[in-house]
């Protein structure tokens, strides 16, 4: 994932810069990076921040920069922003997003002239380097954005920082969001919608789906008109977003009140815990939802560590996240011995964080282990976001589960409609061998119609990729 901000300033902008972009560190654990421009031209700073915060690593930088145009970002890839020499002028870019045809891409930057791309690390093509490419091939950048927008396939949100003013872009479906803040002498434009209230701003507007704007310190202007179709992820308000975010005018904390309570109404008198609890952070509010509704009481089990766990992505390699997991949230005794437990996690992945988990409360003394997912069972690799950092889809707990039932991955995947489903047998066995394979007391998934009834937009405006496969 990752996400951006940007601010335009009749002032410095340096201050308002570091606090908005530090405010998406939550979006990621890899990278950070801010560019400027003042007198001296462009500045920019870039620090690996996967051992240390993003406040941390730039407090020095915020000393020596000086412009009133800036860019920021949070990435869970590549280095960026990038500053860029071409014959648009020179301009600082940086994107969120995920591109599935990047070798079709550089191909098609090759065979119209460009001639080179510097190769990272692992061999591969900044993603936002050729999104860049893209643009210098048009005569404007407003047109360069226009037909990078066109040509990835996948999702890619931008900002554009030049000598004058800043550029945002949203992906062409809207898939990720920019919200648009203004305060006297200054505009901003941000993934997340809170990043820039403690920083004096007041919301403006959000961008729709493909729609650019020109911002500079006195205006923000549309160059580029929205379009009716969106496809913004659900996985924002499940997961991603903070409490505090609101996206298309929905906030994330009531959002999963709301499914919480929905999966409560489903479970009824089905079960009777002692506590309902959620697996920090995330699952938290969803068990808040869960317990108003169903007048269980709501504890907290566990406590996350957040003097050295304040974040809640992990490391790149399974092994480190597994004990990460088990080193960052701290067991309550007196909560969990002879209790019976409803925990609710945001979404199951692999399933081997939360086995163990599971495990550990059974060594601890829980009579029985409840769990209860926030979303419906992952069954497609996301294409849009990287999402998961599965290489594989069969890293899905539901797909090897599925796999080993079906005997083979072709008539798996024929029969994934049928397991997407929750009225149909072939639904319930899965969740029955899932719940098994983990040594899960009882296991259910929240219904897509409710977690889409949850967030309260039309389905056709939401991306449900991850779980029912439509694009």
């Given at each position: 994932?990752?996400?951006?901000?940007?601010?335009?300033?009749?002032?410095?902008?340096?201050?308002?810069?570091?606090?908005?972009?530090?405010?998406?560190?939550?979006?990621?654990?890899?990278?950070?990076?801010?560019?400027?421009?003042?007198?001296?031209?462009?500045?920019?700073?870039?620090?690996?921040?996967?051992?240390?915060?993003?406040?941390?690593?730039?407090?020095?930088?915020?000393?020596?920069?000086?412009?009133?145009?800036?860019?920021?970002?949070?990435?869970?890839?590549?280095?960026?922003?990038?500053?860029?020499?071409?014959?648009?002028?020179?301009?600082?870019?940086?994107?969120?997003?995920?591109?599935?045809?990047?070798?079709?891409?550089?191909?098609?930057?090759?065979?119209?002239?460009?001639?080179?791309?510097?190769?990272?690390?692992?061999?591969?093509?900044?993603?936002?380097?050729?999104?860049?490419?893209?643009?210098?091939?048009?005569?404007?950048?407003?047109?360069?954005?226009?037909?990078?927008?066109?040509?990835?396939?996948?999702?890619?949100?931008?900002?554009?920082?030049?000598?004058?003013?800043?550029?945002?872009?949203?992906?062409?479906?809207?898939?990720?969001?920019?919200?648009?803040?203004?305060?006297?002498?200054?505009?901003?434009?941000?993934?997340?919608?809170?990043?820039?209230?403690?920083?004096?701003?007041?919301?403006?507007?959000?961008?729709?789906?493909?729609?650019?704007?020109?911002?500079?310190?006195?205006?923000?202007?549309?160059?580029?008109?929205?379009?009716?179709?969106?496809?913004?992820?659900?996985?924002?308000?499940?997961?991603?977003?903070?409490?505090?975010?609101?996206?298309?005018?929905?906030?994330?904390?009531?959002?999963?009140?709301?499914?919480?309570?929905?999966?409560?109404?489903?479970?009824?008198?089905?079960?009777?815990?002692?506590?309902?609890?959620?697996?920090?952070?995330?699952?938290?509010?969803?068990?808040?939802?869960?317990?108003?509704?169903?007048?269980?009481?709501?504890?907290?089990?566990?406590?996350?560590?957040?003097?050295?766990?304040?974040?809640?992505?992990?490391?790149?390699?399974?092994?480190?996240?597994?004990?990460?997991?088990?080193?960052?949230?701290?067991?309550?005794?007196?909560?969990i011995r002879d209790r019976s437990l409803l925990l609710i996690d945001d979404s199951i992945v692999r399933g081997t964080q939360l086995r163990e988990t599971t495990e550990f409360l059974y060594q601890s003394g829980a009579k029985e282990v409840?769990?209860?997912?926030?979303?419906?069972?992952?069954?497609?690799?996301?294409?849009?976001?990287?999402?998961?950092?599965s290489k594989s889809e069969l890293d899905l707990i539901a797909r090897r589960v599925i796999l080993k039932r079906e005997g083979s991955e072709e008539a798996a995947k024929a029969k994934l409609p049928l397991y997407a489903d929750p009225t149909t047998p072939e639904y319930r066995?899965?969740?029955?061998?899932?719940?098994?394979?983990?040594?899960?007391?009882?296991?259910?998934?929240?219904?897509?119609?409710?977690?889409?009834?949850?967030?309260?937009?039309?389905?056709?405006?939401?991306?449900?990729?991850?779980?029912?496969?439509?694009?």
């Open positions: 994932m990752g996400g951006l901000f940007g601010v335009v300033s009749k002032s410095s902008c340096v201050f308002d810069l570091f606090f908005g972009t530090d405010y998406h560190s939550h979006l990621g654990t890899r990278r950070g990076g801010m560019a400027v421009y003042g007198e001296a031209g462009f500045q920019r700073a870039i620090h690996n921040i996967e051992n240390s915060p993003f406040r941390t690593k730039f407090e020095k930088d915020v000393d020596e920069m000086e412009g009133n145009l800036g860019i920021g970002c949070i990435s869970d890839s590549e280095p960026q922003p990038l500053i860029v020499r071409s014959h648009l002028g020179n301009f600082a870019i940086t994107t969120v997003g995920r591109i599935n045809n990047i070798n079709e891409l550089i191909e098609t930057c090759y065979a119209k002239g460009y001639t080179h791309f510097l190769e990272m690390s692992g061999g591969d093509v900044n993603p936002t380097e050729l999104v860049a490419s893209l643009i210098t091939q048009k005569d404007s950048i407003v047109e360069g954005i226009r037909y990078a927008q066109q040509l990835v396939d996948g999702s890619m949100t931008m900002l554009v920082l030049t000598s004058e003013g800043m550029y945002a872009a949203r992906d062409r479906l809207g898939r990720t969001p920019i919200v648009i803040g203004r305060k006297e002498g200054a505009f901003c434009a941000s993934f997340e919608s809170f990043a820039f209230l403690n920083l004096g701003y007041t919301a403006y507007r959000e961008l729709g789906p493909s729609e650019i704007v020109y911002m500079t310190a006195e205006s923000c202007e549309t160059v580029s008109a929205p379009t009716e179709e969106m496809r913004i992820c659900t996985f924002l308000w499940v997961y991603y977003g903070y409490p505090t975010s609101t996206y298309e005018g929905i906030n994330v904390e009531q959002m999963r009140y709301n499914c919480g309570a929905k999966l409560a109404a489903r479970d009824g008198d089905t079960v009777k815990p002692d506590i309902v609890a959620g697996i920090p952070d995330s699952g938290t509010a969803h068990a808040v939802g869960y317990a108003n509704e169903s007048g269980i009481p709501f504890a907290r089990p566990f406590i996350k560590y957040t003097p050295t766990w304040p974040r809640s992505f992990m490391p790149q390699q399974q092994s480190q996240r597994n004990f990460i997991a088990k080193m960052k949230l701290i067991a309550i005794d007196a909560l409840h769990i209860r997912t926030a979303c419906p069972p992952l069954l497609f690799g996301c294409k849009y976001l990287n999402f998961s950092r066995v899965m969740v029955e061998d899932i719940g098994k394979e983990l040594n899960f007391t009882s296991l259910q998934y929240c219904r897509l119609d409710d977690l889409i009834a949850s967030v309260g937009i039309p389905s056709c405006k939401l991306c449900t990729y991850c779980w029912s496969g439509q694009e």
